[in-house]
């Protein structure tokens, strides 16, 4: 006889009553009638999709239209032949126009030459330009640095921003790369896409930026360094660039003690102390600045005569936005890096980098190269050894 069958009523009785839910008084609770626990009221969300084109229409009903087509192509401008187009685009950066859009395109207006062919109607915006000291027209930029975002994962919030924004905005997204998910975000976030580049979209560095590339074992970086530091004259400006928020704190710690006046820049530092750092960095208080790629983009100061690389960074294109710190507004500048043989997996790369630009490639990165492409073809056909054979179909 089973454990169930010598139960008593009483047992029975318990569990029942632990089911069924009583009160101290040994009642029955009302919460499990039917006619006390109405049935909750759920949502209709066939009826809110239905009315999401209506509910968006209400969400921006209030605000006035955007005026878009606001731009009035001046004589000047109009009566530009194409060749003049062609020549202008090609000295002022190598300015390239196309429009994104399948089938017929679109017309792509002439460039503006001065301010007064855009801005004539408009004499309070022609005050301030001459307030600032403007000279002539250069692209404006508007959402910076898509790629970065992205590579971060802030592709939700990117999407959210646009969700909030009304939808009969005007997007302008610039990066100074053009990897792939760059491309999708332009393609799936921004409507007709028009792109406008500068000199080519293969990935390539600054060509104002003489570039000198040095394999060395990773012990003698430190002393390399060093002896860079030593042989800066007095007017020179650099970014030593490390990949770690610690490395950072260190060789700035090193500087310090040697009493040479330096500041760091990364991620661990409160806001005020970045802040202060840039200030000092931009003012000339130090000449020496520490980071990490926090400060590979948007980081615009004009004197900086030399980018140091003492640790490469993660990807070619970190690599391209390093050395674009120096070189601006005109100048010339200098980019050394340091490469060890950890870096053999972007030798190939680096290479093409410095080829597009005409720059010299040592003899020791082709061959790192050609080590790492053998290392990938052994490492292949080793798969292809302990992969087991497929069985044969019956």
Avoid at 52 to 70: Q, R, S, V
Avoid at 294 to 315: E, K, M, Q, W, Y
Avoid at 368 to 387: H, N, P
């Amino acid at each position: 006889m089973s454990d169930w069958d010598t139960s008593s009523d009483e047992d029975v009785e318990s569990i029942k009553q632990q089911h069924l839910g009583t009160n101290s008084t040994g009642k029955t609770l009302d919460t499990i009638k039917p006619e006390n626990n109405p049935k909750k009221s759920v949502i209709n969300w066939a009826s809110i999709r239905e009315n999401k084109a209506k509910y968006e229409a209400m969400k921006w009903a209030d605000l006035p239209p955007i005026e878009k087509n606001f731009y009035k192509e001046s004589s000047r401008t109009a009566s530009m032949s194409q060749e003049e187009v062609e020549l202008w685009r090609k000295e002022n950066n190598n300015i390239i126009c196309d429009d994104l859009k399948e089938g017929e395109k679109r017309c792509i207006p002439n460039p503006v030459r001065k301010f007064e062919d855009v801005f004539e109607h408009y004499p309070d915006i022609m005050a301030n330009i001459r307030k600032v000291g403007f000279q002539k027209p250069t692209p404006i930029q508007v959402l910076d640095e898509a790629d970065r975002m992205l590579d971060m994962g802030f592709e939700p919030q990117i999407m959210k921003i646009l969700i909030d924004v009304r939808p009969d905005r005007q997007t302008v997204m610039t990066s100074a790369t053009w990897p792939d998910g760059v491309r999708r975000l332009a393609k799936s976030y921004l409507k007709n896409p028009m792109i406008v580049y500068v000199g080519t979209l293969d990935l390539a560095a600054v060509n104002t930026v003489e570039q000198r590339v040095i394999v060395i074992a990773e012990e003698e970086k430190r002393a390399f360094m060093q002896y860079f530091i030593d042989s800066m004259k007095p007017k020179d400006k650099v970014i030593i660039f490390v990949g770690r928020k610690l490395t950072a704190d260190d060789l700035a710690s090193d500087f310090g003690l040697q009493g040479i006046p330096v500041q760091s820049l990364h991620g661990n530092r409160e806001q005020c102390d970045r802040e202060q750092a840039l200030d000092d960095f931009k003012k000339g208080k130090v000449r020496i600045l520490v980071a990490t790629d926090l400060a590979s983009r948007g980081l615009d100061v004009h004197d900086i005569t030399h980018v140091f690389n003492f640790d490469f960074p993660r990807n070619i294109e970190e690599y391209v936005h390093r050395v674009g710190r120096t070189g601006r507004a005109g100048r010339t500048g200098e980019a050394v890096t340091l490469v060890t043989k950890n870096d053999w997996r972007v030798a190939s790369e680096l290479i093409e980098i410095l080829e597009r630009a005409n720059q010299v490639v040592p003899n020791e990165l082709i061959a790192m190269a050609e080590r790492y492409k053998q290392f990938q073809i052994r490492k292949e056909i080793e798969k292809d050894v302990r992969r087991p054979p497929r069985r044969p179909s019956k």
